[in-house]
Structures are given as C-alpha cells and as structure tokens.
C-alpha cells in the first residue's frame, strides 16, 4: 500500500510557514537579543507541541478513511466495529505527552537532550519521537522540541549576530519539518502493523 505521507506534506509545510512568519515577527518586534531568544524559544516549543497533536490527528484520520475505504472494512459494519474497536489511535496518542510545559529551563533540557544516542546526521527529533512507539515510555514532546531548539541557538546562533540567529532558526524549523515525516513515517507502519493483524482475524462475509 503507497505511503500516506505524501497527502499530510501540504499541511505541514502551511505550519511550518506560519510558524517562520511568526518568528520573524517576534524578531522584529523585541531588542533584547536575551528576550527575543526565550520569546521565540517559547513560541517555537509551545506551537511545535500542539501543531504535532493537531497533525497527528490530521494523519490518523487520512490512514482510517483509507483503511475503511477497500475490504474487508467496506461495506461490512461489524469489521469497522472491530476496527474502531481496537482505537488503534489511542494507542499512538497514549505514547505522547502534548501538554505545554511552562518555565522551560532550556539549557538543562538541551543537557539531557544533547547526552541521547543521535545519529549522525540528524537532529534527532523523528528518531526521539519514534522511540516511543516500541517502547513502554511516554514522550513529553514540548521538552523533545526545547532540546532541539536550543542545541540550534547554542551551537549556531547564540553568540552571533540577529541575521545569523534568525538563520539558524529557520535551519532549525526547516529540519524539524523535514524529520516529522520520519515519526509520521513510524506512525504509518506502527498504524498498518495493527490493521494487518486485525485483518488476519476478520471474515469478509459482508455486512452484518
């Protein structure tokens, strides 16, 4: 079955464009270098964390109207029943914390961020994020996003001037785009692994 993915892209890229014209809107609107890093650090952190939630909903409701589209689900009322059932969607969701982490202290998250085992690479995000669905563990993602963020305006933009910060947080918005679909990647193959198991169980004996 092709991947899903390529149907949640136009959303994504809509976020993360509001996103960046949000940042150059703080940027612009505060002097204090020391301010504009920790108004963008919160605004960045507190949005990524609820856009993540908005498109994982998003996401799921793309893989589940494809799903009940074809066999054995179309058409037949006790197999959507078994299917909506096993709520393959909590399962996912149950895996995540969204809840919007106040006061970060983002140097001591960047700490235990920058100590986990990163492929070379890679920020990491969609590796961290993706962890969480084999494992009995539950992401906090504001405090996986802080990590991020920060390793950006440390290592990249910190100490530079207002051009060079501005680039190394679009360096940052533009990576984290781009490795969401790497967790939305694991999300699709953890959703189809369920689906498939169900399916082994069903009969296709039509509507009931």
């Known amino acids: ?28 609107n505060t002097e204090q270098k020391e301010r504009v890093i920790k108004a963008v650090c919160d605004y960045v952190t507190q949005t990524i964390t609820v856009e993540s939630k908005l ?13 009940l589209s074809h066999e054995p689900f179309l058409n037949n009322t006790r197999n959507k029943n078994r299917f909506y059932r096993l709520d393959i969607f909590s399962r996912i969701s149950g895996k995540y914390n969204f809840s919007i982490t106040e006061d970060i202290d983002y140097r001591q998250v960047y700490k235990k961020y920058s100590a986990l085992p990163v492929p070379a690479g890679t920020i990491g995000i969609g590796v961290i994020l993706s962890v969480a669905l084999s494992r009995v563990v539950i992401i906090p993602i504001s405090l996986v996003a802080a990590g991020v963020l920060y390793y950006f305006i440390s290592e990249q933009g910190k100490n530079k001037n207002k051009h060079e910060f501005n680039a190394a947080i679009n360096r940052y918005l533009d990576t984290v785009e781009s490795e969401l679909c790497i967790w939305f990647k694991n999300i699709e193959d953890f959703y189809n692994k369920h689906v498939e198991e169900l399916i082994s169980t069903l009969g296709n004996d039509g509507d009931e």
């Open 55 to 67: 498109l994982l909903s998003s996401f799921y409701s793309i893989l589940m109207d494809e799903t």
């Open 1 to 28: 079955m092709p991947s899903k993915i390529d149907a949640l892209m136009p959303l994504i890229k809509e976020k993360f464009d509001n996103i960046r014209s949000d940042v150059s809107g703080i940027e612009r």
